[in-house]
């Protein structure tokens, strides 16, 4: 079911069109109107409807004024123009503002349903975009789930959560038959060159490969930065049986049909999907051998010695507490550090991959401090708190202690200075409203271009801190003043309304008695009545 907000002056239409359409039939609910274009953007702004139906010409902000604003602070909203006016020149500007609809009065209960459905039926559409699926579209999706996969170094926790995820995913993706079954992965990273040395892979390249490897185990794959990246998926004995003769098989081809040489790296038997990077980075690193030594393939297992807490360990885990280290709690950087001292000191991590950890996580903590914290606070923390990639500890829990301590010191910079800075943001646009409420131009978007930041990211400040959105304080701000003026000097209603912000008298009036409950001629007179009785 969408949400609508319904905006017209004529306030027997607006009702007539409320009471008359089956809104559940045609997939709406009302949940909101208003008689003018700025009552209707303060509904856009506080409701979030998926629809707004307005009529062109309205008091205070037409539909096209409208349209234009809402389209700053809802940009993914859509808008259906209803109008009294056959003019070619708003249907042009309806254009501009990618109008979902342009409707003529007078229009029937029956006319205006049918319009509806269309409507409802376009928005389905615009829903379907992010998660539609067409045969053609496989393999892209395929590619979406792999490449971040395997060339994003932050992965978060390889928890069971994760694990049982990447399963599930893997099974939709036809990798492996069910969620349980004995499935192990390897990765080859493959480039096709000439005999002068020049790469010469590309899309094409990807087909190739696939029909090689297609010929002996599930798999997928994907053209990336030159190389054409395999992930393969077998039980460890399939693996064990097919991997030499897939890479000799691509090889070979290679050379016979294409007059190509391939070079290729072979990754690691990884256990599971979430080890995807480190395999990943297992294969470049094999194939950066192959290069060098003119062999075409080369197995990273027969070159380098198998560290168990290795450096993509390294790289996880800072990424993660880094991570932590923004927008983490306490307790959530304790057990992120906690559980990955216990793997050092489980797997028997050597010194130099344990000072590699040391020294990696130090440049990481002081990297978010000197992005977060202003200088003076940075070098403060600097001095402070040791240079601890230098120090070389007698176990892993005093090592543990230490970078814990060190850690949540960071954090806790972190976190006060992200408060700090978005309460004097707020405090600015605060100081704006209040030196520029007479302006009739202030606006979220004027102030937050003037303070350097997003909108939303403004609009989200004011409200966590005030409880109000922008509209409501600089609405508050200019009826204080006007009440004060009205009730405190003899300035004429036209020149208070000027005073505090408002071209136009009568919006002045409209917004005067909707936020006192009466009219500012009311209130004056019954102010005067009030301190003169008779």
């Known amino acids: 079911m969408y949400t609508i907000v319904i905006a017209d002056d004529e306030t027997e239409l607006r009702e007539a069109l409320i009471r008359r359409i089956d809104w559940d039939s045609v997939g709406f609910q009302v949940v909101g109107e208003a008689e003018n274009g700025i009552e209707a953007l303060e509904l856009v702004e506080k409701l979030e409807p998926d629809l707004l139906l307005t009529d062109v010409r309205?008091?205070?902000?037409?539909?096209?004024?409208?349209?234009?604003?809402?389209?700053?602070?809802?940009?993914?909203?859509?808008?259906?123009?209803?109008?009294?006016?056959?003019?070619?020149?708003?249907?042009?500007?309806?254009?501009?503002?990618?109008?979902?609809?342009?409707?003529?009065?007078?229009?029937?209960?029956?006319?205006?349903?049918?319009?509806?459905?269309?409507?409802?039926?376009?928005?389905?559409?615009?829903?379907?975009e992010f998660t539609k699926q067409t045969e053609e579209q496989e393999q892209q999706r395929r590619t979406r789930f792999l490449m971040p996969l395997l060339l994003d170094a932050f992965q978060g926790s390889a928890d069971a959560d994760r694990e049982e995820r990447l399963a599930k995913r893997a099974v939709e993706l036809e990798l492996q038959k069910s969620a349980d079954s004995q499935i192990q992965y390897t990765v080859l990273v493959t480039s096709f060159l000439d005999r002068e040395g020049r790469n010469r892979t590309d899309e094409t390249s990807a087909g190739a490969v696939h029909q090689v490897v297609n010929r002996y185990l599930r798999h997928t794959g994907f053209f990336c930065n030159g190389r054409v990246v395999s992930l393969l998926a077998a039980t460890r004995g399939a693996l064990d049986k097919y991997l030499h003769i897939i890479v000799d098989d691509i090889s070979q081809s290679v050379q016979r049909i294409l007059g190509l040489s391939?070079?290729?790296?072979?990754?690691?038997?990884?256990?599971?999907?979430?080890?995807?990077?480190?395999?990943?980075?297992?294969?470049?690193?094999?194939?950066s051998y192959s290069r060098s030594s003119g062999s075409g393939v080369s197995f990273i297992s027969d070159i380098e010695r198998v560290e168990l807490f290795d450096q993509e360990v390294v790289q996880a885990a800072v990424g993660e507490i880094e991570h932590l280290l923004r927008s983490g709690t306490a307790e959530e950087l304790?057990?992120?550090?906690?559980?990955?001292?216990?793997?050092?000191?489980?797997?028997?991590?050597?010194?130099?991959?344990?000072?590699?950890?040391?020294?990696?996580?130090?440049?990481?903590?002081?990297?978010?401090?000197?992005?977060?914290?202003?200088?003076?606070?940075?070098?403060?923390?600097?001095?402070?708190?040791?240079?601890?990639?230098?120090?070389?500890?007698?176990?892993?829990?005093?090592?543990?202690?230490?970078?814990t301590d060190f850690c949540l010191?960071?954090?806790?910079?972190?976190?006060?200075?992200?408060?700090?800075?978005?309460?004097?943001?707020?405090?600015?646009?605060?100081?704006?409203?209040?030196?520029?409420?007479?302006?009739?131009?202030?606006?979220?978007?004027?102030?937050?271009?003037?303070?350097?930041?997003?909108?939303?990211?403004?609009?989200?400040?004011?409200?966590?801190?005030?409880?109000?959105?922008?509209?409501?304080?600089?609405?508050?701000?200019?009826?204080?003043?006007?009440?004060r003026l009205l009730l405190g000097t003899p300035m004429k209603i036209r020149e208070i309304s000027e005073k505090c912000g408002y071209n136009d008298q009568h919006y002045f009036s409209y917004c005067f008695k909707k936020y006192e409950g009466i009219s500012p001629n009311a209130c004056r007179r019954q102010h005067e009545e009030q301190k003169n009785p008779k």
């Open 58 to 128: 309205m008091p205070f902000k037409s539909g096209i004024e409208l349209a234009r604003e809402v389209r700053e602070i809802r940009p993914t909203m859509q808008i259906a123009f209803l109008s009294g006016y056959d003019d070619f020149s708003y249907a042009q500007k309806a254009i501009q503002y990618n109008i979902i609809s342009y409707m003529l009065k007078p229009i029937s209960a029956e006319e205006l349903t049918e319009e509806l459905k269309k409507i409802r039926k376009k928005i389905d559409e615009k829903f379907e």
């Open 262 to 287: 391939a070079v290729i790296g072979v990754s690691r038997i990884a256990p599971s999907l979430s080890h995807g990077h480190e395999a990943y980075v297992e294969a470049v690193n094999a194939m």
């Open 334 to 403: 304790k057990s992120c550090l906690r559980r990955y001292f216990d793997e050092m000191e489980s797997k028997e991590a050597s010194p130099a991959i344990v000072q590699l950890f040391a020294v990696q996580l130090s440049a990481a903590v002081f990297r978010v401090v000197y992005a977060v914290a202003d200088v003076e606070a940075a070098r403060n923390f600097q001095q402070e708190m040791p240079m601890l990639g230098q120090v070389l500890f007698d176990s892993v829990r005093e090592m543990e202690r230490q970078y």
């Open 409 to 483: 010191a960071a954090r806790d910079l972190v976190t006060e200075h992200r408060q700090k800075s978005g309460s004097l943001i707020c405090d600015r646009a605060l100081e704006l409203i209040e030196s520029r409420y007479m302006d009739p131009g202030l606006s979220l978007l004027a102030i937050s271009t003037e303070i350097s930041v997003s909108p939303n990211y403004l609009s989200a400040l004011i409200k966590r801190s005030t409880g109000s959105t922008f509209v409501d304080l600089l609405t508050r701000r200019r009826m204080e003043t006007a009440k």
